[in-house]
Structures are given as structure tokens and as C-alpha cells.
């Protein structure tokens, strides 16, 4: 945006040239025309107008002379815009593509199986003890004691003391003061101007150019590996025992019946063997009894370590190539030139002034005053208090102590112990190879585009106007240019005119004969 302003202002600049160049030639015109020292356009004094000479202004008629008009017009001026053009890039990326495998691999899991045994515990239980204590306690009584105390008093005491009072008086006094008076001062004053210049350089800039290529790299699998250690275990078991046991004979009845009285080796009678049991005696029996054993085992225990392991593959690396370029630019600068113009200045001179104040000013005078002091005395003076005070006191009170006694249990109590089973287990294994994918994407670009303006000039243009002719008097002079610069010069008429003045003193010319 500041650049098209820059560029405006530089054809701006460029368009007044020629503006002024013309004004320049249309005063020059106009200075022939309205009859310089040579000139015989409206004739002087004694020219062989037809007008009549000196005559009156209305025998002299009318004539047309040209005036200096500004006006505004439209002129084309080419600038530079940049719009916006979106535009379209193609780019390759690396996709990584999963890849499923499925594995089977045998897991030894432990399984748990509950067991019961009894188990003897210790609880404790409280028993409540009666005990007696001593302890001292703080009995509080009360005791008068004298006491002796201070007291301030106050006693009042008169003083005379002398002061100083400024009192006031005022005078009159004439004081000299300074006031700036404002004035006006024409300054000729120089300024710079920054004219646009253009400039076309060529740079050379580094371009990242992209390249795909093969590489060969490696990369780390970790892999599960049984491996199988021996554990030792502790087994419980046992075996069933026959033994040789004496039981008392008891054919009649009871756990002796099976036997049908024919432990005791006597001749009982079948219908009463045993007549009574203490001439019966005992027997042998064989009873069967569950031995334990525990045993210490070796057995095998498979366990999976995870092992890395370096496998080669190839993939493809996307790199970039520098690659030189050249561009041609244009380089606006702005170089310096110096102009001159004269401006009022407002400045100030010092001024020195004179008034009359009144002053105020204060004379000291001495006083007297008399004031009261108060003082404050010390007197001692005795009271009798009330202390309290404490004397100890031994008192006997009685507690109860509670101690815990142990006392043994027995209680059914439910384990669990682990049994290693192995079964086989499917797991997934994913795995990524690289693919390339190319992708398409849309970015903008800024493109200067050459526009044409229409641009407001001020352009000077000579009008035509008629006006009375006046060869030998003043005011619109013979040239008839009211207000031009060289409206001035035709006044004097004539080389041969009857005017005092010479030709070449334009501005100093008397006006008539």
C-alpha cells in the first residue's frame, strides 16, 4: 500500500513539470501581447491608432487579451496492485502401512487350589486389677501482707516567658518587569525533498529442491524366547501302612463283634463264649494307617526373556538438493534534493515594563506572657493485701489396671497353593512397512498486475477575455491584463509614447501623459 502511494506521488510530481513549464511560456505570451516597449498592440500616445490617440476611453473600444485559468482534469496514471492467485504443489510422504501376523506361543499359568488346615493361635485377653496411688494436691489459702506504693501528686507552679511576634506592614514599591513582544519575520528556509528513483538489480537465491532415494538402515525386533530352568519344590505325600494293634476281646458286642469271640483261643461256648469280659482277655487286629512324607523335587519351569535382535530393511528417505537461481527485481529509492521557500517565522523581542506593588513586610516585636506548670511529686504510702498462696496436701485415691493375659486357640484355617499348568496362547504381532503416498496442496501467491487510474491534475489553460482599451491611462492599462505580471510594462505605452518614464523601468513608470 505504501509503495502505490509512493508511486502516485512520484507521477504527481512528474505530471507538475510540464504545468509549470507552460505557465512559464503563457506569461511570456502574454507579456508580447499586451505590448512591451516594442509593442504597438493598442499603440501609445501618438501611435496611428484608429482609436484616436488620447481620446476617451470609449472612442478607443474594446480589445481581447488572454488570462491565466487553472483547471482539473482527469489523467490516466499506471500503478501496481498485487492480487491474490492460489496455485497447486504435489509432495510425496512416507505412509506407514500396518501389517497383522498372528503367533502361537505356549504359557505356563498358575492355577490355584484350595487346602484346609488347623491352626493354633494365641489370644489375648484383658483381666481387670484394682491398685492404690498416692498423689499431691495444691490447697489454696489466703495471708495478709503489707505493702508499701508510690503515688504521683501534682503541684502547680506559675512562670513568665518573653516571645517574638512578627507584625505587618505594607509599602509601596515600583518594580521593573520583562514582557516578550510577538513579531513577524519572513525566514528563507531550505527543505529536502525525496524524489522516487528506479532500479533493477539481479539476485541470486538458493532453491531446496526435493529427492527421493533408497537407504538402507536397520531396525530393532524384540522376540519372546522360552527358557526352560529347573525349580526345586517341596511335594507333599505318603503312603498306607498295615500295623499290628492289641484291642481288648469283646465278641458280644461292640467293635469286637466281627471277630465272633474267636480271639480269645478258648473253648467258649458258642451260645456265651465270653462268660465275662475279664476272662476273655485281648486280641490282635490289623489296622491301616496314612503315613506322610515331603519330598523335595526338581521340576521344570519355562519362562519367556524378550530378546532384541537387528533386522535389516530398505526405505526411502525424502532429501533435499540445493540448486542456485537468479530473479531480476526492481529497487525504488528515494534520492535527496534540496528546495528553497520563504516562510513567516513568529518570533518575540523583550520589552522591559514598569508597576507599581504593594509590598508587605513584617517587623518583630518582643512580649510577655505569664503560664501555669504543672509538676508531678512522688509520695510513698502503705496498704495491707490479701495473698493467696498454696500449701501441698498428700491424698490416697484408688484405679483400676487392665493387663492382657495370653490364651491359646485352635482354628480351622483355608489356603491356597498355586499349581503351574501350561497351555498354548495365540497372540498378534503388527508390524509397519513404508509407502509412499503423494499428496497434492494449494498455497497462494501474491502477482503484481499493471492497473490504470484516472488521477484529478491541475492544469493551466490561457481564456480569452475582452477588455476596454486605455493606451495612455492606468488602472487596466493598454495590455488590458487586470491582474497580470505584465499588465504593468504595457502602461507605459510605447517606445515613442509621451510617458516621463523610459521603456525599460517596468515598475517605476508614471501612468498617462
Given at each position: 500500500m505504501?509503495?502505490q502511494?509512493v508511486?502516485?506521488v512520484?507521477?504527481l510530481?512528474?505530471?507538475?513539470?510540464?504545468?509549470?513549464?507552460?505557465?512559464?511560456?503563457?506569461?511570456?505570451?502574454e507579456a508580447?501581447q499586451?505590448?512591451?516597449?516594442e509593442?504597438?498592440?493598442?499603440?501609445?500616445?501618438?501611435s496611428?491608432?484608429p482609436?484616436g490617440?488620447?481620446?476617451?476611453?470609449?472612442?478607443?473600444?474594446?480589445?481581447?487579451?488572454?488570462?491565466?485559468?487553472?483547471v482539473?482534469?482527469?489523467?490516466?496514471?499506471t500503478?501496481?496492485?498485487?492480487?491474490?492467485?492460489?496455485?497447486?504443489?504435489t509432495?510425496?510422504?512416507m505412509?506407514?502401512?500396518?501389517?497383522?501376523?498372528e503367533?502361537t506361543?505356549?504359557?505356563?499359568?498358575?492355577?490355584?487350589e484350595?487346602?484346609?488346615?488347623?491352626?493354633?493361635y494365641?489370644v489375648?485377653?484383658?483381666?481387670?486389677?484394682t491398685?492404690t496411688a498416692?498423689?499431691t494436691v495444691?490447697?489454696p489459702y489466703?495471708?495478709?501482707?503489707?505493702?508499701t506504693?508510690t503515688?504521683?501528686v501534682?503541684v502547680?507552679e506559675e512562670?513568665?516567658?518573653t516571645y517574638?511576634?512578627m507584625?505587618?506592614t505594607q509599602?509601596e514599591?515600583?518594580v521593573?518587569?520583562?514582557?516578550?513582544?510577538?513579531?513577524?519575520?519572513?525566514?528563507e528556509?531550505?527543505?529536502?525533498?525525496?524524489v522516487?528513483?528506479?532500479?533493477?538489480k539481479?539476485?541470486?537465491y538458493?532453491?531446496?529442491?526435493?529427492y527421493?532415494?533408497?537407504?538402507?538402515?536397520?531396525?530393532?525386533v524384540t522376540?519372546?524366547?522360552p527358557v526352560?530352568t529347573?525349580?526345586t519344590?517341596?511335594v507333599r505325600g505318603?503312603?498306607?501302612?498295615?500295623?499290628?494293634v492289641?484291642?481288648?476281646?469283646d465278641p458280644?458286642?461292640g467293635?469286637?463283634?466281627a471277630?465272633?469271640?474267636?480271639?480269645?483261643?478258648?473253648?467258649?461256648?458258642p451260645?456265651d463264649?465270653?462268660?465275662?469280659s475279664?476272662?476273655?482277655?485281648s486280641?490282635?487286629v490289623?489296622?491301616r494307617?496314612?503315613?506322610?512324607?515331603?519330598e523335595?523335587?526338581?521340576?521344570?519351569c519355562t519362562?519367556?526373556?524378550?530378546m532384541?535382535?537387528e533386522?535389516?530393511?530398505?526405505?526411502?528417505?525424502r532429501k533435499c538438493?540445493?540448486e542456485?537461481?537468479t530473479?531480476?527485481y526492481?529497487?525504488?529509492k528515494?534520492?535527496?534534493?534540496?528546495k528553497?521557500r520563504t516562510v513567516?517565522?513568529?518570533k518575540?523581542?523583550?520589552?522591559?515594563r514598569?508597576?507599581?506593588v504593594m509590598?508587605?513586610?513584617?517587623v518583630?516585636?518582643q512580649?510577655?506572657?505569664?503560664?501555669?506548670v504543672t509538676?508531678m511529686?512522688n509520695e510513698?504510702k502503705?496498704?495491707t493485701v490479701?495473698?493467696?498462696?498454696c500449701k501441698p496436701?498428700?491424698?490416697?485415691?484408688?484405679?483400676?489396671?487392665?493387663?492382657c493375659?495370653p490364651?491359646?486357640?485352635t482354628?480351622e484355617?483355608?489356603?491356597?497353593?498355586?499349581?503351574p499348568q501350561?497351555k498354548?496362547e495365540?497372540?498378534?504381532?503388527?508390524?509397519?512397512d513404508?509407502v509412499?503416498?503423494t499428496?497434492?496442496?494449494t498455497?497462494?501467491?501474491?502477482?503484481p498486475?499493471?492497473?490504470t487510474?484516472?488521477v484529478?491534475?491541475q492544469v493551466?489553460k490561457?481564456?480569452?477575455v475582452e477588455?476596454?482599451?486605455?493606451?495612455?491611462?492606468?488602472g487596466?492599462?493598454?495590455?488590458g491584463?487586470?491582474?497580470?505580471?505584465?499588465g504593468?510594462s504595457?502602461a507605459?505605452?510605447s517606445?515613442?509614447?509621451?510617458c516621463?518614464?523610459g521603456?525599460?523601468?517596468?515598475?517605476?513608470?508614471?501612468r498617462?501623459c
Amino acid at each position: 500500500m505504501i509503495y502505490q502511494e509512493v508511486i502516485v506521488v512520484r507521477k504527481l510530481c512528474f505530471g507538475l513539470v510540464p504545468m509549470v513549464a507552460l505557465l512559464l511560456a503563457c506569461q511570456q505570451v502574454e507579456a508580447k501581447q499586451c505590448g512591451g516597449c516594442e509593442s504597438a498592440a493598442c499603440g501609445g500616445c501618438e501611435s496611428a491608432d484608429p482609436c484616436g490617440g488620447c481620446g476617451d476611453a470609449g472612442a478607443c473600444g474594446t480589445r481581447t487579451v488572454y488570462q491565466r485559468q487553472y483547471v482539473t482534469e482527469m489523467r490516466p496514471v499506471t500503478c501496481t496492485e498485487y492480487t491474490t492467485e492460489t496455485r497447486e504443489r504435489t509432495y510425496t510422504v512416507m505412509k506407514r502401512v500396518p501389517k497383522t501376523e498372528e503367533k502361537t506361543k505356549t504359557v505356563t499359568v498358575c492355577v490355584p487350589e484350595t487346602k484346609t488346615k488347623t491352626v493354633e493361635y494365641t489370644v489375648m485377653k484383658n483381666v481387670e486389677e484394682t491398685k492404690t496411688a498416692e498423689y499431691t494436691v495444691m490447697v489454696p489459702y489466703t495471708e495478709e501482707v503489707e505493702q508499701t506504693y508510690t503515688v504521683c501528686v501534682p503541684v502547680k507552679e506559675e512562670k513568665t516567658s518573653t516571645y517574638t511576634v512578627m507584625v505587618p506592614t505594607q509599602e509601596e514599591k515600583t518594580v521593573e518587569y520583562t514582557v516578550m513582544v510577538p513579531y513577524t519575520e519572513e525566514v528563507e528556509q531550505t527543505y529536502t525533498v525525496c524524489v522516487p528513483v528506479k532500479e533493477e538489480k539481479t539476485a541470486t537465491y538458493t532453491v531446496q529442491v526435493p529427492y527421493t532415494e533408497q537407504v538402507e538402515a536397520t531396525r530393532t525386533v524384540t522376540k519372546r524366547v522360552p527358557v526352560t530352568t529347573m525349580k526345586t519344590v517341596q511335594v507333599r505325600g505318603g503312603h498306607w501302612e498295615t500295623q499290628m494293634v492289641e484291642v481288648p476281646c469283646d465278641p458280644c458286642g461292640g467293635s469286637g463283634s466281627a471277630g465272633a469271640c474267636g480271639g480269645c483261643n478258648s473253648g467258649c461256648d458258642p451260645c456265651d463264649p465270653c462268660g465275662s469280659s475279664a476272662g476273655c482277655g485281648s486280641r490282635t487286629v490289623c489296622k491301616r494307617v496314612w503315613v506322610p512324607t515331603c519330598e523335595t523335587k526338581e521340576v521344570p519351569c519355562t519362562t519367556y526373556q524378550c530378546m532384541t535382535e537387528e533386522v535389516p530393511y530398505t526405505k526411502t528417505v525424502r532429501k533435499c538438493r540445493s540448486e542456485e537461481r537468479t530473479r531480476t527485481y526492481t529497487v525504488t529509492k528515494m534520492v535527496n534534493e534540496t528546495k528553497t521557500r520563504t516562510v513567516k517565522v513568529q518570533k518575540c523581542k523583550p520589552e522591559t515594563r514598569t508597576k507599581t506593588v504593594m509590598v508587605t513586610k513584617c517587623v518583630p516585636e518582643q512580649r510577655e506572657r505569664t503560664y501555669t506548670v504543672t509538676k508531678m511529686v512522688n509520695e510513698t504510702k502503705t496498704r495491707t493485701v490479701k495473698v493467696q498462696k498454696c500449701k501441698p496436701e498428700t491424698r490416697t485415691r484408688e484405679y483400676t489396671v487392665t493387663k492382657c493375659v495370653p490364651e491359646k486357640a485352635t482354628k480351622e484355617v483355608t489356603y491356597t497353593v498355586m499349581v503351574p499348568q501350561q497351555k498354548e496362547e495365540t497372540y498378534t504381532v503388527t508390524s509397519y512397512d513404508c509407502v509412499p503416498e503423494t499428496k497434492t496442496q494449494t498455497y497462494t501467491v501474491r502477482v503484481p498486475v499493471q492497473v490504470t487510474k484516472e488521477v484529478p491534475v491541475q492544469v493551466c489553460k490561457m481564456v480569452a477575455v475582452e477588455v476596454p482599451c486605455d493606451p495612455c491611462g492606468g488602472g487596466a492599462g493598454a495590455c488590458g491584463d487586470a491582474g497580470g505580471s505584465c499588465g504593468e510594462s504595457a502602461a507605459c505605452g510605447s517606445c515613442e509614447s509621451g510617458c516621463d518614464s523610459g521603456c525599460g523601468r517596468r515598475r517605476r513608470c508614471r501612468r498617462g501623459c
